[in-house]
């Protein structure tokens, strides 16, 4: 008898999905799989609701939402044996889609049922770990302006990306510690990422893998609002390395600082998150989660 946890965000994307124990059991034998579904209903509970089912002896725990509710679900199966399965509810969906996991929901879930697993990498940002990407600047920002909007759609976020551009200031100088070297910029943005998407099917690192034992990391320098639109556009082409004022690096450390007594707006799968330091470390951990993807994967 295996024992499937599902923890369930029911306001994750628009908050019409729809999971229920009848519509489960349409795909889990009650004679093979012993299930239980939990509600997730404030930021963080996804995250005790799964330390509960650890304690209660699940063997797979089914993340059901975006990539916050995957987060929170992630960061407690990290270095276990336990996989995490994935039904994408979210809007963006960005580990959801480097994944190949299906957005339908009966597609998903005949997935799940397979349960064919793979080991991905995972990274950390100061003790916090991501799947996608984390980043500070002007991604944060964006993804501030739209946690204030109750607009979970692509229009929603272009609009959060236009709010963000109106309230543009001067970027602090930082300095950037990479394989070996640092150097001073003032970074319109400075994207790590650990997928080829990050939502929505756009992408700033087109050629991350979640196997590589790499991040890929993405540093815009401060550009005129010009560069700015040029830059969606290349995004929109999933070309944003060819900004001249962008530059693409792959490495397994970052560090980031800034003056004393400072600290970062940044952002932690698509997540708003103030890092109440003048200091960022960024690492990963390879092959650290195992998750139920696609065979063909």
Known sequence: MK???????????????????????????????????????YPGHATELTKASLHEGAHIIVACGGDGTI??????????????????????????????????????????????????????????????????????????????????????????????????????EIEIKANGRKWKTNPFLVFVSNTNVMGYHLSLTPQASLQDGLLDVLVVTKVNRVKMLVLGVLLLMNRPHLLKEARHFQTTTLALSSLPGTHFDSQIDGEFHVVEDNTIFIGIEKKALTVIVPEQL
Request: aromatic letters at 8%.
């Open 3 to 41: 024992n499937v946890h599902f923890i369930v965000n029911p306001i994750a994307g628009k908050g019409d999905s729809t999971i229920n124990e009848v519509l489960l059991s349409q795909y889990f034998e009650a004679k093979h799989f012993d299930l239980c579904l939990k509600i997730s209903n």
């Open 71 to 172: 987060n929170e679900v992630a960061s407690c199966l990290v270095g276990t044996d336990i996989p995490l399965g994935i039904i994408p509810f979210g809007s963006g969906n960005g580990l959801a889609s480097n994944l190949d996991i299906p957005k339908n929901l009966c597609e998903a879930l005949v997935l799940l049922r397979n349960a064919h697993m793979t080991k991905i990498d995972v990274g950390r940002m100061n003790g916090r770990f991501f799947f996608s990407n984390t980043g500070v600047g002007f991604d944060a920002s964006v993804i501030k302006n739209y946690e204030s909007s109750n607009r979970r759609t692509l229009s929603g976020y272009l609009a959060a990306c236009i709010t963000s551009l109106k309230q543009l200031t001067k970027p602090q």
